[in-house]
């Protein structure tokens, strides 16, 4: 039911978005290398905060980018957006 | 044609237009403007359901959607109904026919309340105690029995014939609830030129004004009806402003997005319904929104509280002034406020008969109450009512002093004939929307309600609904918070003349003579929950208040609560001595009031339910016979029999045919991805599992798609076109995930990739032939393209020409067979068809759909993504190790093949399966055995994942997934089925042309 504002297109509904999960995690650049539980905590070890999280979001009806949100899970208002690559706003 | 309990004058009915009705198969006579409610109650009928567990006789309660007996079911044409309307919000039209629905045999000889005499066996959480063993009694005596006993009202068994609407609005300030704090929100917010969305589910505005006593009440001197209707005129006036009435919010959902339902049609005559739109849902985003909801009132917990004629007192009220009904002739009145005291008084000046009030309180000096007094009213102080008589209709009321602490009740027992009761419990604020959009409340230890407290988003509650009560204070509130709100220095001035009222006082479980448990207090009437039951519940343990709903069904009926959830939580409060604020509320859930299926689908339904999509050939293979499969959106051509031939035979045939001579498929709905870019084939080299950097211009190779879990995502052949240049095909059903996935891994964990991707999936037509005589037929077809294999080979690609169009050919082979694809701009895609038909009918040239294209496949051993595999399916588990490449550093997916789970050596793995007897087919997704037991549970290793007859090698053949399958190639296992267990030999996947010698025949 969110109005999310895609960095590209402004205030949408959220209809036009997908959501990509938890932000910010890097894909290790030597997977080979690491221990199975280092593999398993980047694969399958999520935050799942209750409270502010920085989450991914594809406007996947819409540009077709991803971007970063910061999104207070308790009450889901969105504090703010910003692009692949940049930091968010506090 | 008036009815024995309409009074000769008021109301907001047209006396002039006198309109007939059926209720349970008889003919009734209502006028304009009533309700179905009210129009039984001017006939004299409170008797119009049964209750749903013990079957008791149940009455008009209310007068509006917190109604919790009186449900209908409206009788349209022949298997066309609508179960769990609510008599008191039905409009009556010419034509309604509305029966009881929670009664059988009918609601006069009921055989379900025989429960009633059983009740003690039917306590709370009876259902979960009683229907739990054996199973096998479920199906023919359980079921039957609730079902039949329940009766919530029938399904409709034919098609919905009505239209129904979707509308999307944007508004700045929505105002839900156009009572007197609505309608005084809705006039501040116009002064500051905002655009107001006003509604209310009801039809005429106004609220609870419409129905107050004028010699009590004025508004600028005004009568309150005289009030509404200027007010209301001058809104109407007012270009910003949009009403609408007969809408009901049904969820209020975060950031202010509100979901409605709008009733357009249900209340006009059947002949002026046709062609038009039944119900709009209308989907609001609001900058700001101000709840007056306003308040719903309590009715009182005491032995025997549910008899019909036993009626909440604003209800009656409302049904003398807005209907001229009254709904007895000799009635007494239960209190705890002075409110009740108005109905005495609007009762008494219309010369119906009040012969007493009975109190629990000490004494009250309101202005109403000691008009009563002076109107010679019997006021009973510090009394309540314990018991009533009467079957289906009550006829007495039991009377007795409470004592000083109100925990007991003491002296004598009055009994006091009556028609009617009234019962008033004070007011509850209706919070439900608030707390649907995430609001918190608050709990008013001394007027015992729940309040709004406190809301993130841009929301305001005025009036009642907010805990704000008399008609002064809701009004001014209104006002001011409405201009705090919108930020509007405009003031106007409002004069209300309102009664002085005096204090409220509350007793969540009246107290009774009888030895507890002996007493029938119904909480919950809609579903039969008492204070007992609540009671029992706590005794067996049941703290929090969400289990004690659900173990009682306390507020689970489809009127959500709106009655008892007030009173279920008083009496948890009381006996678990935990204060009500503590206590906390059940959630309130969206719809608030129940909604259509109809207007939730919209216009939505048959052809536009989904989208179809056809491919550009679809019209010759419907012109052709063909029969088609779902393949996500896609209608592919699944078989073409001929004359009487059924699925198999066709299949048998298109098999055989495209092995002997020549066979033609229609791929084009397999994705397709255009791969363009400086780093294209690095790209590759990281999304698929084999190696890509080598692959030369012109070729083509199959490549297979890993999740970053090492499970087989995806598959299909690419082309490399140029040096920068691909073209990537996907599975049919993969196309547009595939494409989602790519495109997450450019743009978020490699975005210094140049890579630009785009889908061509519908630009292109894609016609595959293959078999022995393909080459010959290709070469009748195009024109500039030399087809001998050295320089056009078995995976590689060439431009071509066919006339003048374009066309790009591939040598890539799904069927194991010699094979071409010729893919040309969609809309050339069926006269390449033809002609393909044209130039390969001298060779016996036969098209086969995606069943034959399976069975020819699996011939090969050939894996389907989502057939062969299931997410849980590695490329080593399908014996493909030679697929993923050993020397890549890194690619999507790889470190989880060395994950020690996936490095199992008993994971289930790709085998091929043979039965003894060749003509033995086996069931897809049958269970495999290693060994036999004479009944379950047996030990499963394994699946079946394909199965066909092939006609080529003349014998069964399936492909499975089975534990350790590698190491078990020659070993017997068992496919036990319901009647007979199937003998299979583990063979090797391929099954035809293991050298594969035919792709170049
Ligand atoms: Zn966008």
Not at chain 2, 720 to 739: C, I
Not at chain 2, 780 to 801: A, C, E, R
Not at chain 2, 975 to 1001: C, H, W, Y
Request: charged fraction near 25%.
């Amino acid at each position: 039911m969110f109005i999310i504002k895609c960095p590209y297109c402004g205030e949408r509904d959220h209809s036009e978005f997908s959501y990509g999960g938890e932000a910010h995690l890097v894909r290790p650049k030597q997977p080979t290398e690491l221990s199975d539980d280092q593999w398993a905590e980047y694969l399958f070890m999520r935050k799942n905060i209750k409270g502010l999280q920085y989450e991914r979001w594809n406007h996947s009806h819409g540009c077709r980018r991803w971007f970063n949100a910061a999104r207070d899970t308790s009450n889901d208002k969105i504090h703010s957006v910003y692009k692949i690559g940049e930091k968010p706003n506090k | 044609m008036t009815s024995k309990y309409r009074l000769s004058s008021g109301g907001q009915i047209n006396r002039s237009e006198s309109i007939s009705f059926k209720f349970n198969g008889k003919t009734f006579y209502g006028y304009k403007g009533d309700t179905l409610a009210s129009a039984l109650l001017a006939n004299g009928i409170h008797l119009v359901g049964r209750s749903f567990k013990y079957h008791r006789p149940r009455g008009i309660l209310t007068s509006g959607v917190e109604e919790p007996n009186a449900l209908v079911q409206i009788i349209k044409d022949k298997g066309k109904t609508d179960p769990n309307l609510r008599a008191t919000q039905i409009e009556i039209y010419e034509g309604l026919n509305a029966t009881s629905q929670n009664s059988w045999p009918s609601v006069n000889f009921d055989l379900g309340s025989i429960n009633n005499l059983f009740s003690p066996i039917i306590p709370a959480g009876f259902y979960y105690k009683t229907f739990m063993w054996p199973a096998s009694l479920w199906k023919n005596v359980y079921e039957y029995f609730i079902r039949k006993a329940a009766g919530l009202g029938k399904s409709p068994t034919k098609k919905d014939p009505d239209i129904y609407d979707h509308c999307y609005y944007h508004c700045e300030v929505l105002i839900v609830g156009a009572g007197p704090a609505g309608l005084v929100a809705a006039k501040t917010a116009l002064k500051a030129g905002k655009k107001v969305l006003l509604v209310d589910e009801r039809p005429n505005f106004g609220g609870n004004l419409n129905f107050s006593n004028k010699d009590y009440n004025k508004i600028n001197e005004l009568d309150p009806l005289e009030w509404i209707k200027k007010t209301c005129l001058e809104l109407q006036k007012n270009k910003n402003i949009k009403l609408l009435s007969r809408t009901s919010v049904a969820a209020y959902h975060n950031y202010n997005y509100l979901i409605m339902m709008q009733n357009l049609t249900d209340h006009l005559p059947d002949k002026d319904k046709k062609e038009k739109i039944r119900q709009r849902l209308w989907k609001v985003r609001a900058k700001k929104v101000i709840l007056a909801t306003g308040s719903i009132e309590r009715p009182m917990i005491f032995d025997c509280n549910d008899r019909p004629g036993i009626m909440l007192s604003s209800a009656v009220r409302k049904y003398a002034n807005t209907y001229g009904v009254k709904c007895g002739n000799n009635i007494s009145i239960f209190t705890n406020n002075d409110d009740a005291y108005e109905t005495a008084i609007t009762l008494h000046n219309k010369g119906v008969k009040v012969k007493s009030v009975i109190d629990i309180r000490e004494k009250s000096d309101g202005t109403l109450t000691n008009k009563c007094r002076e109107l010679g009213i019997k006021i009973y102080w510090k009394s309540a009512v314990i018991y009533t008589e009467g079957y289906k209709k009550i006829t007495k009321i039991h009377v007795m002093r409470l004592s000083k602490d109100n925990t007991n009740v003491v002296g004598n027992k009055l009994k006091i004939d009556c028609d009617l009761l009234c019962v008033s419990g004070g007011y509850t604020p209706a919070v439900h929307l608030f707390t649907q959009s995430g609001g918190k409340l608050d709990y008013n230890e001394k007027k015992h309600y729940f309040f709004p407290k406190k809301n993130t988003l841009s929301q305001i509650s005025v009036g009642s609904c907010n805990g704000t009560f008399g008609l002064k204070k809701i009004i001014l509130e209104a006002q001011e918070k409405t201009r705090e709100f919108l930020s509007i220095s405009e003031t106007e001035q409002f004069n209300v003349l309102e009664p002085e009222g005096g204090v409220f006082e509350n007793i969540w479980l009246i107290p009774s003579n009888k030895i507890s448990g002996k007493t029938k207090s119904f909480v919950d009437y809609q579903n039969d929950s008492t204070a007992n039951d609540i009671k029992l519940a706590l005794r067996e343990g049941f703290k929090s208040i969400e289990h004690v709903k659900r173990y009682t069904t306390t507020g689970m009926a489809t009127d959500q609560g709106k009655i008892a959830n007030m009173h279920a939580l008083g009496i948890v409060s009381e006996i678990t001595n935990t204060k009500l604020g503590e206590l906390g509320t059940t959630t309130f859930r969206p719809p608030y009031s129940p909604i259509t299926f109809g207007a939730l689908v919209g216009r939505n339904v048959g052809q536009f339910f989904d989208i179809t999509r056809k491919t550009p050939i679809h019209d010759w293979h419907e012109k052709n016979n063909a029969k088609f499969e779902d393949v996500g959106q896609w209608k592919r051509a699944w078989y073409y029999p001929k004359d009487k031939e059924n699925m198999y035979d066709a299949v048998q045939r298109e098999s055989k045919a495209a092995r002997e001579c020549a066979g033609i498929l229609d791929a084009s709905t397999l994705g397709k991805i255009d791969i363009q870019g400086r780093d294209a084939s690095e790209f590759l080299n990281r999304v698929y599992t084999n190696a890509w950097s080598k692959l030369a211009i012109g070729k083509c190779r199959y490549g297979l798609m890993l999740n970053e879990d090492g499970m087989v995502y995806d598959d299909g052949v690419t082309t490399r076109l140029s040096e920068n240049h691909y073209v990537m095909t996907t599975t049919t059903g993969g196309a547009a995930t595939v494409m989602g996935k790519l495109e997450d891994f450019l743009q978020t964990e490699w975005p210094e990739l140049k890579v630009y991707l785009t889908t061509v999936t519908d630009h292109f037509a894609t016609v595959s032939v293959c078999g022995p005589h393909s080459k010959k037929i290709l070469e009748k077809v195009t024109q500039n393209i030399d087809y001998s294999d050295t320089s056009f080979p078995h995976m590689s690609f060439t431009n071509g020409l066919i006339d003048k169009i374009k066309c790009r050919v591939m040598r890539i082979s799904f069927t194991g067979e010699l094979s071409y694809e010729i893919n040309v701009q969609a809309n050339y895609g069926q006269s390449v068809w033809e002609k393909c038909m044209a130039a390969g009918k001298e060779f016996g040239i036969t098209p086969y759909g995606t069943e034959a294209m399976h069975l020819l496949r699996a011939e090969k051993g050939f894996i389907i993504v989502g057939q062969e595999t299931d997410g849980t399916v590695t490329p080593v588990d399908l014996q493909m190790d030679w697929i993923v490449s050993k020397k890549k550093y890194d690619f999507i997916g790889k470190r989880s093949l060395y994950r020690s789970d996936t490095m199992r050596e008993d994971r289930k793995q790709y085998v091929g399966l043979l039965t003894n007897d060749p003509k033995e087919i086996l069931e897809e997704g049958a269970q495999i055995v290693a060994e036999v037991k004479n009944k379950p549970p047996m030990n499963m290793i394994g699946h079946v994942t394909s199965s066909y007859y092939s006609p080529n090698l003349k014998k069964s053949i399936a492909l499975a997934v089975v534990k350790n399958g590698k190491k078990l190639k020659g070993k017997k296992l068992y496919v036990p089925m319901q009647n007979k267990t199937i003998e299979v030999i583990v063979s090797d996947t391929i099954f035809l042309d293991k050298e594969g010698k035919r792709l170049n025949a």
